[in-house]
């Protein structure tokens, strides 16, 4: 900061600060050069005269006593009117900071409640720590550790979101895993049928296009349902994409990097069943998208509740035993019989091509043409 933006201008009545210091310098090296002058150890000046000396010099004294008073008066007058403008300057500077930070601290207690949000405990405006507050809001741990989020927040983020979105001419896409992209089982629950065909060993193989695959720290086999690769590619330049599954946190990142090794689709956006706010309930406050422009593919209903009307109910794919035993199928599964759903006509090609439509439908509406920015 420079010092002249701090220091007050002269009045023209007045000499300027450096005259005022030059001046009293020179009345303190005036001053000190008379005391110093009837100082004991000048001889010159010594007050062991004789009598008649001291009669002489009477008249003398008086008048070194009148210069002496005089320059004391000139020194204390000049002392005084430079720490009269040392006050000044303090009283000039002192209140400009306390108004800088008054104003800072009134305008965070103005912003702040409500808190955007809150990052490790801290409020990422103000810093004040999340215990201290009843804080509104959703905890978004998927996209970081940490993060909880205001609802102001949350609208300003899926309002931003939502003119990318519709920039880019696209919508959202909420995907669930379990019978919808996939098929997992565990290895204790694999049929008798399946082992005598060697299910386990044909998911060990080192083959790129593999769709089996064997998750060993969870001792599971996951299937993945034919064209699902091919669906996510063209779906992507259609959708922002989501993955919202029941499933554990650690299960769902699992059978993301097999649907997604390149993390080229959903990036952080994998939602499990710890991120849920509403227990044994899916529901898009945990996306941060706009609700107006969600589509959901979830093979079962009752898990989304409040939004029925966003969801595309998928046809369950059972590939494993386990898979049909658990919903009550006395039938062969697909394993058993060597089989597969068809991918060029299968259930998620099925899909595409009704997403394709409900794209095209939106874009191309006139709602859409009156919500373009």
Not at 19 to 45: G, N, Q, R
Request: with cysteine; glycine share 6%.
């Amino acid at each position: 900061m420079s010092l002249a933006a701090e220091s007050p201008s002269p009045s023209p009545s007045s000499s300027s600060g450096s005259d005022d210091f030059a001046a009293l310098l020179d009345s303190e090296l005036e001053l000190a050069s008379a005391v110093d002058s009837a100082s004991p150890d000048d001889p010159s000046t010594s007050l062991t005269g004789s009598d008649d000396e001291e009669d002489d010099d009477d008249e003398d004294d008086d008048e070194d006593v009148v210069v002496e008073v005089e320059a004391a008066e000139q020194s204390s007058t000049k002392r005084c009117k430079v720490e009269v403008q040392h006050q000044d300057r303090g009283t000039i500077i002192r209140p400009d900071e306390d108004a800088i930070e008054g104003s800072s601290q009134n305008a965070q207690n103005k912003i702040c409640p409500p808190h955007p949000g809150f990052f490790g405990g801290l409020c990422f405006r103000c810093g004040k720590r999340q215990d201290e507050e009843d804080v509104p809001g959703v905890a978004f741990g998927y996209v970081h550790k940490g993060l909880r989020l205001g609802t102001s927040e949350m609208d300003r983020l899926r309002g931003s979101d939502l003119k990318n979105l519709l920039r880019e001419r696209k919508l959202i896409l909420i995907l669930d895993l379990d019978h919808t992209l996939i098929n997992s089982t565990k290895l204790h629950d694999i049929s008798a049928a399946e082992n005598n065909l060697g299910i386990q060993t044909a998911a060990s193989k080192d083959d790129p296009n593999r769709s089996l695959f064997t998750l060993e720290g969870m001792q599971m086999l996951t299937k993945l349902r034919p064209f699902v690769r091919k669906f996510l590619k063209e779906a992507s330049t259609m959708f922002e994409m989501y993955i919202y599954t029941m499933g554990d946190k650690a299960y769902a990142i699992e059978i993301a990097k097999l649907l997604d090794p390149r993390n080229v689709y959903f990036d952080s956006k994998v939602i499990s069943n710890s991120d849920c706010t509403q227990r044994h309930q899916k529901g898009l406050d945990m996306v941060l998208g706009a609700e107006s422009v969600a589509v959901i593919l979830d093979d079962t209903e009752y898990v989304w509740q409040k939004h029925k009307e966003n969801l595309i109910l998928m046809e369950r794919y059972h590939y494993f035993a386990s898979s049909c035993r658990q919903f009550g199928f006395s039938v062969k599964s697909l394993s058993e019989l060597m089989q597969d759903e068809r991918g060029i006509d299968g259930a998620l090609a099925t899909i595409l091509d009704v997403l394709k439509r409900i794209h095209t439908i939106f874009f191309d509406s006139v709602g859409y043409l009156s919500t373009r920015i």
